[in-house]
């Protein structure tokens, strides 16, 4: 196949094409809002360590929290530290983890034998999936473990390249970081890449004894760097934090607290994971059967498949699990497009646009009849951004696989600017939040219906938690406080057969509404 239909000028792409991509994104790093529930949660647990002076133990609404590691945490509110407090430092840190995971992979490629422009089609590839572009910017844990994985998956092409100190150096400090930035499922990423060197690595053959005790010099050097958080942290906060960490830990293996899904709930998702590639990347059969011959393959094979069986066992499922795969499928990807026959279909990229296109000039309708909002209208000018791809790949411009990449890229960050100002009403928690607010420090009595997981504490910058009670204390709690203010985040909880003080749209409630009730109010209506 023509070298141009790979990336056509890796010199100049190496510095200006990551630089684009990168513009493309930073209007949704600048410009969105946190969106509920795992964002402001996180934002929350942020927030709260930066507001108390207490890094060591992640804390939410006057809690523990013992759901995730702290490392996310530390970032984004050491970034605050230096730069204020805006959700866009968050934002851009998690775009700088994703260039980190792009430059990483395109290393990684030239390190297993692909050449300047192969290495360079596995980072296009990676930048412009459908999956790795949607949480570029997303305040979130996977691409932070994507980046930790790559470095241990770097440190064992140094043992391999028989630089034993470095490499077991190396895999305990990304272990290490691994097991802050996600817990225990950082070694079921590198594990099997791992135990299963001997058949893509000739070091490992040669000298199996020192290899495996390379890795288990590189695993307890991990281990020691999470135990001198998680000792101290276990002490200081008592088997209220501890003991619900390892039981969440051991829940998602065998018996899921959330997020169950059957086995096979991953696999429709995959191919939705690696758009626009699916529909654009085509490489003939043998193309296919060499890459599982090569050495390469062999070394994809072992890093991708048993993390996949794995996750695909473990019962607790979210689709952005599988974000630190994608740049083993990125490279796959890359090898193939080296050989012949390999090239890529930019008409499908224009089928794509054309359903982008669409569905961006409805949305302001769309949102307006699912939460009673306002039309905006001009959002519906972002529809514009797949007319111009559309026309791009009509005449021709863009050709290779960075062009494709860049295009795909600009879609999502369109349609997903247009669904946030069209949703934003509905979006934004801010308004609640500042009513809560208020309602605090005038010192009226508040409470929400069962737990807000954090829903409220950055958006609002409180300094105090938000108290919840169960939904079967609602009367005795209205009683107690009858110029109290209750708020509910979803219609099981709401009380029956009365007005709710205040409504704000929320888009992931089951009624599309965030609600105020007072104490008195509720109080009247039982009485009825």
Known sequence: MKASSITGHPARSTVYGPALWLALLLPLALLLPPVPIDETRYLTVAWNMLGSGQ????????????????????????????????????????????????LGTRRLGARLGLDARGADA???????????????????FDLLLALCVLGAVH??????????????????????????????????HVFALAMLAPLWSATARAHKARWYLALLAGLLLGVLIVACWLLPAAWYAGPAYWQPLLDKVTGRVVDSFAHRRPWWWYLPLVPVLVLPWLLTLRAPWA?????????????????WVLPFVGFCAISGKQIHYLLPLLPAWALAGAWLL?????????????VLALVAAVGIAGLPWLA?????????????????????????VWCGWGRDVRGLALYATALLSATALAGAFAYWPALDVAPEA?????TLEARIPLATIEPANGLFGYSGRLREPVPWIAGTAVQAWCRAHPNGILLTTGRHDEPKSVAPLKTWPYVLSGDHRIAAWHAAAVLGAARR
């Open 368 to 392: 307006a009849a699912q939460f009673a909002v306002p039309v905006r209208p001009a959002v519906a000018g972002l529809a514009l951004v797949p007319v111009a791809v559309i026309l791009g």
């Open 434 to 438: 500042g009513f809560v607010r208020q």
């Open 122 to 140: 596995a980072l296009w590839l990676l930048a412009g999936c459908l999956g790795f572009t949607v949480f570029a910017t997303a305040i979130m």
């Open 287 to 303: 193309a296919w059967a060499g890459l599982w011959r090569s050495r390469l393959g062999v070394f994809l094979a072992c890093w």
């Open 155 to 188: 440190a064992l092409l140094d043992l391999d390249a028989g630089k034993w100190k470095r490499g077991m150096a190396a895999l305990g400090v990304m272990l290490g970081l691994g097991l802050l930035a996600k817990g225990p499922v950082m070694l079921l």
């Open 338 to 350: 080296q050989q012949a026959g390999a090239g890529v279909r930019r008409a499908w990229l224009a």
């Open 55 to 102: 890094w060591l133990v992640p804390t939410i609404d006057g809690a523990w929290y013992s759901d995730k590691s702290p490392l996310l945490f530390w970032l984004i509110a050491g970034g605050w530290k230096l730069a204020g407090v805006y959700t866009f430092v968050a934002r851009v840190e998690a775009l700088i983890i994703a260039l980190g995971v792009l």
